[in-house]
């Protein structure tokens, strides 16, 4: 029985598998910059975010149809169900797409189609959250809202990604706005790279429910106290902040700080198919390092759930199993993720 969890910060491109890549490339009839499948995969050493940027956005010229995203989001849900995830709520950067000329409907459409499946298929809800490129001009931000039509109401919220380092949130305030407006949640990613003052703005200009990451709060004791007060989650990636150098290793992570100082915190994979780990090895990963038991194991889960935008019902319905799993005595081989011994 793996421990059941929600994921809020996964970004479906950096699901993409070389595997994948080079499937979705033969069938469309893409040459990539790549020799072949090992080759991809060693360049999967990345010195900062924009290193790991550059390689995403290459990569992710493969998906053209609809059904190429449907197979990703597929073959994602298929490996997260197998770690125990019942819940996510799953970013896409339509803009990526959209620039090369792949219309924002074959997008959604594929990506909501295979969520919808996962409820009956594998038990797992959730839903979509587009996110907006920082590094485009806003104008760029505010036609991929406008351009959404009655597809709106096929997105959960909205959040905010890609180069951190001089794109402050400010510069969203009117399309958060609108989001909002439109009955949108709001998320953003906010201090992973960027200082802490990024975080602040980011909840007192775009009034995020969610701040994606937030690491860097921990340099500003009186933003800490503020994201214990008024219950922000943080949404954590701890195999993402080793493989893009926020933190040297593993060990060096300051969860257990956060954790400690009262925060909201959730643990997540952020780009698993790049950053060595789907959610459940994040869970493992941080088991081993910092000797985690499995009561504070549970109750990183719950606070996946809690942090959610699921229904009350299914919060219920999803606290009940993380219990079950705490306290039932007939399981046996209670994991935290998936398959530890191959990729923690
Ligand atoms: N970790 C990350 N930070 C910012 N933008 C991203 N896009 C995909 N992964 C990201
Ligand atoms: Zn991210």
Redesign the pocket.
């Known amino acids: 029985m793996t421990l059941p969890k929600a994921e809020l910060h996964l970004?479906i491109e950096?699901t993409l598998e070389p595997e994948l890549v080079f499937e979705l490339a033969a069938r469309n009839g893409i040459a990539l910059p790549f020799a072949d499948i090992e080759d991809l995969r060693s360049r999967y050493s990345f010195s900062d975010?924009q290193s790991f940027?550059d390689l995403?956005y290459a990569a992710t010229i493969v998906l053209q149809t609809e059904a190429d995203f449907r197979a990703l989001a597929e073959a994602y849900l298929d490996r997260a169900a197998a770690q125990g995830l019942r819940h996510v709520e799953l970013f896409f950067?339509p803009q990526a797409h959209t620039e090369r000329g792949v219309p924002i409907e074959a997008v959604i459409d594929g990506l909501a189609s295979a969520l919808e499946d996962a409820e009956e298929r594998l038990g797992i809800t959730g839903g979509l959250i587009l996110c907006f490129l920082r590094n485009l001009p806003v104008e760029s931000a505010m036609a991929t809202l406008d351009s959404l039509g009655d597809r709106t109401s096929r997105i959960l919220g909205i959040g905010l990604?890609?180069t951190?380092v001089g794109y402050p949130p400010e510069l969203f305030t009117a399309v958060y706005a609108r989001a909002r407006d439109l009955g949108l949640h709001v998320v953003a990613?906010a201090g992973?790279e960027g200082p802490p003052a990024f975080v602040t703005d980011t909840l007192d200009l775009l009034r995020a429910e969610r701040i994606d990451h937030g690491i860097r709060s921990l340099e500003d004791p009186e933003l800490v106290a503020r994201l214990v007060a008024e219950r922000i989650p943080l949404t954590v990636?701890p195999l993402?902040n080793v493989r893009?150098k926020v933190v040297d290793e593993i060990a060096d992570h300051p969860l257990p700080a956060m954790i400690e100082a009262g925060i909201l915190v959730t643990v997540n994979s952020?780009?698993p198919a790049y950053f060595g780990g789907y959610v459940g090895d994040n869970y493992v990963a941080i088991a081993r390092a910092f000797g985690f038991d499995d009561p504070a194991l549970a109750a990183l889960a719950r606070n996946s759930v809690i942090a959610s935008f699921a229904s009350d019902s299914r919060k219920a319905e999803l606290a009940a199993s993380i219990d079950d799993w705490l306290t039932d005595p007939s399981f046996v081989g209670r994991s935290a993720g998936g398959r530890p011994e191959e990729r923690a």
């Open positions: 970004h950096g975010l940027l995403y950067d990604d890609s951190e990613h992973e990636c993402s893009l952020d780009d």
